[in-house]
């Protein structure tokens, strides 16, 4: 038993399964998990062993700490980076051979560069700009883009191995008409860079939710984070959350009506209210904006978050729950009983998308594996 004040729970048969129903869905598409933040705040030490028995055999990663915690898991498979890397992380990365992302020619001057250091050719995937994410593509629209993309195909110590791009947002028309930009573009791309390959080159710009619901976005590869971890808008239902928040009743104390409550005196209690003290806060990574906004499960009941948080103690007003005593386990996210609180009621007490919240408390509380594959 994890002995803080709260901490995660990670439920890995629930990502075995993700993965079986991802792959269902996909038919032959290879797919690459994707494990960046430490998968997802869910923690690649215990993502990793469950990929690995499912026989997945690509990672996505962004820093090197989870390159190098996948070989030392004994993680044998391909490992393709998600965004442009520093000089110095690419350096470091070629002892984990990891893939990486070219955004753009000046960035893949710098990959140059780290092969010449290293000795060795690095395989490079070409971000281009077909979807308009703007943020690491080659602009084949402007002229100079097609030229850059050559460039690039022309160092010699990139070996292109695949033309890729990401998507803007999360909506079915934006993702068909990007998708079939990028089917337009990544041909242009393969022609460019195919004298310098040397087999041919992979083209895949899909995330969890474009793979799901476009499958002409599909092409040689999609690149599948959300969906592992139960948490995409694409097919609501399909897929299970395998992420809990819990925490205990530290305290409950009982005020008279007309008290304030909290910092800056929030609240104002309309009637005598019994007030459960949860010992997280915003320093936990429970966001300030979610005081007298967001709701917790106690005895398998709903109960709001009344205060504006402390940095590590929030208040419940748990009145119409009589039962509730101090040690009673808290969820606050994930299921307790039979309701849950789920990734939309995060987003709709936040304004954030819930993986703001979650990969916080990933990298700021302790975990713990639960479900018949836990070690
Ligand atoms: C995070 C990421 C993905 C995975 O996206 P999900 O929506 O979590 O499936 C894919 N590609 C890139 C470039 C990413 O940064």
Redesign the pocket.
Known sequence: MTRGPGWIEVDVDAIADNIAIVRRELGTTPL?A?V??DA?GHGVDLVLPVLMAAGVDRI?V?GNDEAHRARRLGFRGRILR??PALREEIEDAASAHVEE?AGGLAHAREIDAAARAIGRRIGVHVSINATGLSRDGVDLHRAGGREEVSAIGGLPGVRPIGV?A?FPC?DEHDVAEGAEEFRAQSAQAVALLGAGADGPLERH???????LTVPASRFDL????????G??SARPGLLKPALRLLSRVAALNVYSAGSTVGYDRMHRTTRTSRLAVVPLGYADGFHRVLGGRAQVLVGGRRATVVDKLAMNTLLVDVTDHPEVQVGDEVVLAGAQGADAITAQDLEAASGQIA?DLYTAWGRLLPRRACGAGAA
């Open positions: 690459c994707v960046k933040a997802y996505g962004t998600l965004r992302w890729c990401h999360e710009c899909a995330t969890s939710y474009a793979a999609v690149r599948i984070g959300a969906a592992l971890y948490d995409t993986a």
